[in-house]
């Protein structure tokens, strides 16, 4: 009922409007939004998610401090609401993310997993407008568009400032999700690979590119590890195998060794995995 209770609003309140488009994806629906804003300011918020009352109001507040009315993003504290099946908060994790350097910002996001010093949500940051004058959401990204869109403004040196206020809350929850694991992958390995054109340093610190890459290798997935091998720095980042005792440099021995998988029955390498164990451990 998205409309009827917009246009409640709307009755309360002249400056709530209501626009519609079809299902184009997030980042389609992002932009769209964006192109309709007329405040200096822009604001996300997804239909299940919730601000603290005070955030825009203890931003705004750090504009004093500026000494500029340039291009900022502001960002927050913010909170995981883990939810179960009947939808009750049953676990609550608070990210206190700190004032950091865009540089310490930049090596935070490029591991974007929600892990305890992961830097943004997509509603923990205020961004004033004129910013998406120079860049838009990735339309054909369809999960991790956000963390695409403010890695590319940390590399562009937007000015990131801290504002120390649990501001925004998300939830997660136990069933429903927008997108497939699946497809997340690949929206993942994509965003990779959109890195790499821009800064090929990020990969080198960025531990999930050979996670994949070796997850594919063991899956036998043809397309994401041809994919994935195209990114990777091998003699600084070697791929291991065997709780690290078996590291593999060289890009040549790895594709190799994969193709070679799919030409003999997969007991064989087993027994000479197994083989290799029993003479480290003897020597």
Avoid at 33 to 46: K, P
Avoid at 65 to 89: C, E, H, K
Wanted: aromatic share 12%; charged share 30%; with cysteine.
């Amino acid at each position: 009922d998205s409309r009827q209770v917009s246009e409640s609003l709307m009755r309360r309140d002249p400056r709530v409007r209501y626009c519609y488009k079809g299902n184009g994806g997030v980042s389609s629906a992002l932009n769209f939004g964006v192109r309709h804003a007329r405040g200096e300011w822009i604001q996300f918020l997804a239909a299940d998610d919730w601000l603290h009352e005070d955030k825009l109001r203890f931003q705004l507040s750090y504009l004093d401090g500026l000494g500029s009315d340039g291009d900022v993003v502001f960002y927050s504290d913010y909170q995981l609401v883990y939810q179960d099946g009947d939808q009750n908060a049953v676990r609550r994790v608070t990210n206190v993310v700190g004032d950091l350097t865009n540089e310490q910002l930049l090596e935070r996001a490029i591991t974007w997993d929600f892990k305890p010093n992961f830097p943004f949500i997509a509603h923990s940051v205020l961004i004033r407008r004129p910013i998406f004058d120079k860049r838009m959401f990735n339309e054909d990204l369809r999960a991790f568009e956000d963390i695409e869109f403010e890695i590319d403004l940390l590399l562009r040196g937007i000015p990131f400032v801290y504002t120390p206020i649990v501001g925004a809350f998300y939830r997660r929850h136990s069933q429903h999700q927008l997108t497939r694991a699946t497809d997340r992958k690949d929206y993942y390995i994509r965003v990779l690979e959109l890195l790499h054109e821009k800064d090929e340093g990020l990969l080198l610190r960025n531990p999930n590119v050979i996670a994949l890459l070796t997850k594919a290798f063991m899956e036998k997935d043809r397309g994401r590890f041809n994919r994935l091998i195209r990114l990777v720095d091998m003699p600084r980042m070697p791929v291991c195998f065997s709780n690290g005792r078996i590291r593999v440099k060289s890009k040549l021995v790895l594709k190799l060794a994969f193709w070679g998988s799919f030409l003999v029955p997969v007991s064989i390498p087993r027994a000479v995995l197994g083989l290799y164990r029993r003479f480290q451990t003897v020597s």
